[in-house]
């Protein structure tokens, strides 16, 4: 069974930064792509209206959204078989609950360079991150 989880979401001051784990299990890292999503503060938490954040395929090729190029890093190291999102200069903005998600690369790769949510099968529980002014 394909399972997601999510952890390192804090409370933190604005220029802050912080590290999101995705521990995963049950699927080869060979095959499938991870992204991060987020769900706004304020929103109704809805799986198809999820903002992605930041995309890593099977052989490491990474995507951001314009609104965290430069801020956001995400990573994935197979041996530990999870996935990272080092966050820097965090912004209020930035505040919400981020999701690691995953599909199998082949459903996904015509919709590169950004997957909407929607396309990815496999969803953790979630992690909030609060950034205050």
């Known amino acids: 069974e394909l399972q997601l989880v999510e952890s390192g979401g804090d409370s933190v001051q604005s220029g802050g930064s912080l590290r999101l784990s995705c521990a995963t299990s049950g699927y080869s890292s060979s095959t499938f792509c991870v992204g991060w999503y987020r769900q706004a503060a304020g929103k109704e938490d809805r799986e198809e209206e999820r903002?992605?954040?930041?995309?890593?395929?099977?052989?490491?090729?990474?995507t951001y959204a314009e609104a965290v190029k430069g801020r956001f890093t995400i990573s994935q190291d197979n041996d530990k078989r999870a996935v990272y999102l080092e966050m820097d200069s965090l912004k209020p903005e930035d505040t919400g609950m981020y999701y690691c998600?995953?599909?199998?690369?082949?459903?996904?790769?015509?919709?590169?360079?950004?997957?909407?949510?929607?396309?990815?099968?496999?969803w953790g529980q979630g992690t909030q991150v609060t950034v205050s002014s």
């Open positions: 998600a995953a599909a199998a690369c082949a459903v996904i790769t015509t919709m590169f360079p950004f997957p909407p949510s929607p396309s990815f099968a496999y």
């Open positions: 903002e992605g954040v930041a995309v890593i395929d099977s052989n490491h090729i990474t």
